[in-house]
């Protein structure tokens, strides 16, 4: 068994912020004897979550040998108001540079919990708030269950971070609710963007053993608690079949990491070992495997990668580097939106939804006007009911959407964003149109995907208040907002444009007004390596192909039916305009749109894929294929020139911020770290612009 003294933890974490554990005797009517209950508390409040590194472990173990001392009936642990434990602090992994250390902290974190799971009194766990990793495994270490009915998360996330739960989990939830179950909460949720579990959903699950609402919920859970110890409740367990039903869940388990991963995050690939040995039951054998695995997975540069990425998405997107004071942000009491299509649609519903202010749109005729409004009344209908959405909420959300046909109706907007057909001319008549009904204060700001915000402001009399701000499609779905600063842009401008981001619930980038900006200037350039090694002769499979071990979201190819050939080729057009030198125009797509062709893949009723055979036709191939290694060379290799370019230019702040883009707007996987930590572990950065994107140790194990 691993024993630290205090200090001991605290030298090999010394930055922890400790989750101190302690434990209490409560009387329970109908009990001989007292219940001791530890709290888990860190001394913050619930912004700052509970979470275990080495001195939070040896602060429980302690606090259960002093329960267990006690002679209790029974030990209940629980957390502090709203959050039970949210699992490892990441800090500590991140922080070890050997392997013993990795070895430390996983057997530590068995030994503790395991106390609890081999107690000859009864354990249980009153999960009173967000459960996450690690608090998760504690819970599922005792032997029964309580769960608070506003508990604001629930998951085992750690496969989405490039790990796996480490300390039991892999190992006791499948023992306890069936593998197939554990494959959805383990592989099929993490890697569905973290999906969390809500709490009737782990009830059914068998996660929980019962539900209470929060007012009462700790006397509810110790009344609870004392009919189990008396035996008047019994609480049922699934009988698990480790046969047939077994093998299918890790089939499923390897179909799902297979096709979200590509084999790519070696945490998931492990997850997959760990699910296979639970078949056993055997927590020695399981515990030890889980303990070696997650010291390989800790010393990888995939990992680290993945935490670099988990660290830009909860801290830097909070905090979007270069942004103006937030005092200087003007409110926005009403919205406009030029354009009914259904991006503008997808926009006027999300700003009635988290602004709650009058949203008007406007367009060229009144049937698109009244589409427009009419999508958004649809989707509020959808959410009510789906009861996401109460009748009266969904009744005042329909009456602050409208639609005009006169942008009169933008007289008292303070925000006025277009979506119109993307060409310079046709935006710099709108924002002409209407800026003769706002304010001079009022904001206009575009969705342009990769024109001139600056061109675009030009011919106005108050330049200084247009702002480039690019959604992702779909709107409500992807989380960046690229905040993009014209060359008159003002603070106030820049600083109304970030809060509306903000109440908007998206992560938000500065960006210089560069072509394309960030996430579609590297998209493209990407893409276009991969159309010009189809246009000089690799087949289309082989090209797609190419990149397929880097775990991307979808192929290029795939990528390219999303986004739509046309936009695709019109973005292509525009980099080719601003850099003929590094982004070329493929005649083959001009063809390809020009023939309304959209998609290079068809699929038949089993899913088969094949090459549509009229875009076989219609592409003209030269004669000096690659090989899909040289393809998918070529490709990165452009993205490490183009991002070296782009950060000499200042298009942003530094690479960090290219990741978090290329991670929220394009869905990159964490354990590439967006793209510039992979470009350095492969030696691409050096290679081809003689020096790594980020100090060696950020987003890799340290030296």
């Known amino acids: 068994m691993t024993t630290l003294t205090a200090d001991e ?143 604001a998360a629930i998951a085992l996330p750690e496969v989405f971070l490039g790990l796996f739960p480490g300390w039991g989990g892999t190992q006791l939830l499948p023992n306890l609710i069936g593998a197939n179950d554990a494959v959805t909460v383990i592989f099929e949720n993490a890697l569905n963007q973290n999906k969390m579990l809500n709490p009737k959903q782990a009830l059914d699950l068998g996660i929980a053993d019962v539900l209470f609402e929060s007012a009462d919920y ?46 790519a995050a070696p945490g998931a690939l492990k ?69 009914a299509g259904l991006m503008a649609s997808q926009m006027a519903l999300l700003f009635a939804r988290r602004l709650e202010v009058p949203v008007v749109l406007t367009d060229i005729d009144q049937a698109r006007v009244d589409k427009g409004v009419g999508y958004v009344h649809g989707e509020i209908d959808k959410l009510l009911g789906k009861g996401r959405v109460s009748q009266d909420k969904a009744n005042r959300l329909k009456a602050l959407v ?32 209407v800026e003769e009904h706002v304010s001079p204060e009022a904001v206009l700001a575009t969705n342009t995907s990769s024109l001139s915000i600056t061109d675009m402001a030009a011919g106005l009399k108050h330049p200084e208040r247009v702002v480039g701000f690019h959604f992702f499609n779909p709107v409500a779905v992807m989380p960046l907002l690229e905040i993009v600063r014209a060359a008159r842009t003002d603070d106030a401008t820049l600083a109304t444009a970030f809060a509306v981001g903000k109440q908007l619930k998206k992560s938000s980038v500065l960006v210089k007004d560069a072509p394309a900006f960030v996430v579609n200037r590297l998209l493209t350039r990407f893409m276009g390596e991969v159309v010009k090694s189809i246009d000089e002769g690799t087949p289309f499979e082989v090209a797609d192909k190419a990149t397929e071990s880097l775990g991307l979201p979808m192929t290029p190819l795939v990528l390219l039916q999303l986004v739509g ?29 020009a023939a309304g062709k959209n998609a290079v893949w068809q699929w038949d009723s089993t899913g088969k894929q094949t090459v549509d055979p009229e875009v076989q036709a219609l592409w003209q191939f030269g004669d000096k294929p690659l090989t899909g290694e040289e393809v998918k060379a070529r490709a990165l290799e452009a993205l490490a ?22 991670i929220l707007g394009a869905g990159w996987p964490f354990w590439l770290g967006g793209i510039t930590p992979y470009l350095d572990r492969s030696g691409i950065s050096e290679k081809v612009t003689g020096k790594r994107f980020l100090a060696p140790g950020v987003a890799s194990v340290p030296a």
């Not at 830009?312 to 030029?338: E, F, H, M, N, Y």
């Open 9 to 151: 933890a605290k030298a090999l974490f010394p930055d922890e912020v400790v989750t101190h554990a302690r434990t209490r005797l409560v009387s329970v009517p109908g009990l001989a004897g007292p219940v001791a209950l530890i709290t888990l508390d860190n001394g913050h409040d619930h912004t700052r979550p509970s979470t275990f590194g080495p001195q939070s472990l040896v602060s429980l173990s302690a606090a259960f040998d002093e329960a267990a001392a006690a002679s209790p009936v029974a030990i209940a642990v629980t957390g502090k108001p709203f959050i039970f434990a949210v699992g490892a602090d990441l800090t500590a992994v991140e922080g070890a540079s050997a392997r013993e250390q990795a070895l430390t902290i996983g057997k530590l974190g068995h030994d503790v919990f395991r106390k609890f799971t081999e107690s000859t009194v009864p354990t249980f766990a009153f999960v009173n708030g967000a459960v996450m990793g690690g608090g998760l495994e504690l819970a599922l270490s005792c032997h029964y269950r309580t769960l608070a009915a506003n508990a």
């Open 218 to 263: 700790i006397e509810q859970s110790l009344l609870w608690l004392a009919k189990v110890v008396t035996g008047e409740i019994v609480p049922a367990r699934k009988e698990i079949d480790r046969g047939e039903a077994w093998d299918a869940a890790v089939a499923r388990a390897k179909a799902i990491v297979e096709g979200k991963t590509k084999g």
């Open 271 to 339: 997850a997959l070992e760990l699910l296979e040995l639970a078949r056993e039951n055997d927590l020695d054998r399981g515990y030890a495997a889980e303990t070696e695995a997650l010291a390989d997975v800790v010393m990888s540069d995939e990992l680290r990668a993945g935490l670099y990425s988990f660290n830009l998405v909860q801290k830097r997107a909070k905090k979007p580097a270069g942004a103006p004071d937030k005092s200087l942000a003007r409110k926005v009491t009403k919205v406009g939106i030029v354009g």
């Open 402 to 433: 409208s639609g005009s046909l006169d942008k009169a109706a933008f007289a008292d907007a303070d925000f006025v964003i277009e979506a119109v057909f993307e060409d310079l001319g046709v935006k710099q008549k709108v924002f002409a149109e």
């Open 565 to 593: 050939a046309p936009v695709a080729l019109h973005v292509a057009e525009t980099m080719n305009r601003a850099f003929p030198d590094r982004f070329g125009v493929s005649e083959n797509m001009k063809a390809f749109v």
């Open 641 to 662: 020139e183009e991002i070296r370019l782009m950060l000499d230019e200042g298009v942003v702040a530094e690479a960090q911020d290219i990741d978090l883009c290329m």
